[in-house]
């Protein structure tokens, strides 16, 4: 390959890859108070649950023990749940709190998404829901509604089957279950495009707006393979797989196909980082109860 080709396809896949993913504030040593300590890696392709809260403000920390129920129901998938402190920064009230609580997951002083959906500055309590995509999906002070979004943004991890998004098959009912991810749209959207331009009005907007979908599924699985480019390498070659399938004469297809090596490569690498952790964990172990 000439150098000039592989600049090319450098600024190709930088346009490919270009991050979506979630930015965040206060999530470093200085703002941290309890818990466990996190990274931006820690989060990346994740339902992230934020909760605002304040030991001052009674009616928030009552709710501690509520959202400690959903981290232990959930903390087995690809979630996390962060709480973010917004009152005056005192480490002993905190954890005080979080101990009379029996809170373990991770808190931090005024952490949220960049920018705070936080709209209006509400006071506490306060419910966020980023989903892996690093979009914020809910904002609220409600915990059954916060929890309800949680449910959704975990199920939506790994990319649904249907191409089909909130389209109502009428006209088209036929094609409804040809429109998963992994099987080869162009025939369908072949016939669609010549049906769009239908004199029958429903039939013509019907067509389109399943284009439409097929287009935005499109977008959200180039996020998906962006975010796990990083976060899971071994799902993203899975999605890349699937994309090649659907989309197999795409733009992107010779990009995709050109990056699997290199994240095979990364698949690798943090299978052993992972394996060489548990080790170590488990000597520690060890050493422990030896002492």
Known sequence: MTKKAMVAMACALSAIFASGAAKWKNLDDGSHLAGAKLTEADLLGKAVLVYYWDAAEEGSVKYLPEVEKVWNSFKTKKFVVVGSYTGAKDAAKVKAAVAKNKVTFPVYCNFSLDPDPKAGHQKPPFFNVV???????????????????VVDAISAIGMPASLCGDVTFKKFKSLEKQLTLGRNVAPVLKRLEKESKSKDTGVAAEAQ??????????????????TYREADPAEAIRLIGLYLKTWPKDDAAKEFKD????????????AKAAKEKAKDKSKEKAKEKQA
Not at 131 to 149: E, L, P
Not at 212 to 226: G, R
């Open 131 to 149: 989903n892996h995509r690093g979009v914020s999906v809910y904002g609220g002070a409600g915990i059954k509604d916060g929890t309800a979004k």
């Open 209 to 226: 707006d399943i284009i439409s979908a097929i287009e935005s599924a499109k977008s959200d699985v180039k996020s998906d393979i962006e």
């Open 259 to 270: 990056s699997i090596a290199d994240l095979k490569k990364a698949a690798a690498d943090k």
